[in-house]
Nanobody
Framework: VQLQASGGGLVQAGSSLRLSCTIP????????MGWFRQAPGKEREFVAV????????YYTDSVKGRFTISRDNAKNTVYLQMNSLKPEDTAVYYC??????????????????WGQGTQVTVSS
């Protein structure tokens, strides 16, 4: 199973975007979901994770206060609301399913079902 992220685009610095990730058949409802990103020439990095229930979240420092991760298990969808975007946020964004239900694990090795990602480009 691969998860498909959508909602990326080309925006100016200071703008907002909302990314979505559909969970086919709700098969990962009992697991935490995460967003990662990969810029050209760089390794894939953790951005945010939300627990299986949606009650707990955790962010990398560079996006705290600007990005919000959430999930709607009734709609089998995970979201990443990105505000006050900066050029350094430019990357391909991926969603993935954790092997765990909580937010304590956020290495790439802790996640599975990677899809193709969606491109986010922020111009200055």
């Amino acid at each position: 199973v691969q998860l498909q992220a959508s909602g990326g685009g080309l925006v100016q610095a200071g703008s907002s975007l909302r990314l979505s990730c559909t969970i086919p058949g709700g098969i990962f409802t009992d697991y935490a979901m995460g967003w990662f990103r990969q810029a050209p020439g760089k390794e894939r990095e953790f951005v945010a994770v939300v627990s299986s229930s949606g009650s707990a979240t955790y962010y990398t420092d560079s996006v705290k206060g600007r990005f919000t991760i959430s999930r709607d298990n009734a709609k089998n969808t995970v979201y990443l609301q990105m505000n006050s975007l900066k050029p350094e946020d430019t990357a391909v964004y991926y969603c993935a399913a954790s092997y765990y239900s909580d937010t304590f694990y956020y290495r790439t090795a802790d996640f599975r079902a990677w899809g193709q990602g969606t491109q986010v480009t922020v111009s200055s």
